[in-house]
């Protein structure tokens, strides 16, 4: 059972990324799955969610607009598409499984 992020990097103001974060060992169509953030210094947050079956979506007012979660149920996959990203949005960034399981992170570094 674990989640594994990947995709972080080093982008400067304005630029996009794309986090993927694979899942294995749980049903994972019957899952919501989030994406949380943690700043240097700051406790973790909560950035988007997308629920099972319906897949209905919700994001952090920070990243409204410009971040956007998708999954692929077949693959066991979750993404998140960021774009314009600033410095403020410089995290390591967590997958998770509902409201327990959590992967190791990937971070993003933003440069303004």
């Known amino acids: 059972v674990q989640l594994v992020e990947s995709g972080g990097d080093f982008v400067h103001s304005g630029g996009s990324l794309i986090l993927s974060c694979a899942a294995s060992?749980?049903?994972?169509?019957?899952?919501?799955m989030k994406w949380y953030r943690q700043a240097p210094g700051k406790e973790r947050e909560f950035v988007a969610v997308?629920?099972?079956?319906?897949?209905?979506?919700n994001y952090a007012d920070s990243v409204r607009g410009r971040f956007t979660i998708s999954r692929n149920d077949a693959r066991k996959m979750v993404y998140l598409q960021m774009n314009n990203l600033e410095p403020d949005d410089t995290a390591v960034y967590y997958c998770?499984?509902?409201?327990?399981?959590w992967g190791q992170g990937t971070q993003v570094t933003v440069s303004s």
């Open positions: 998770r499984r509902g409201n327990g399981l």
């Open positions: 060992g749980f049903p994972f169509s019957w899952s919501d």
């Open positions: 997308i629920t099972s079956w319906v897949h209905a979506t």
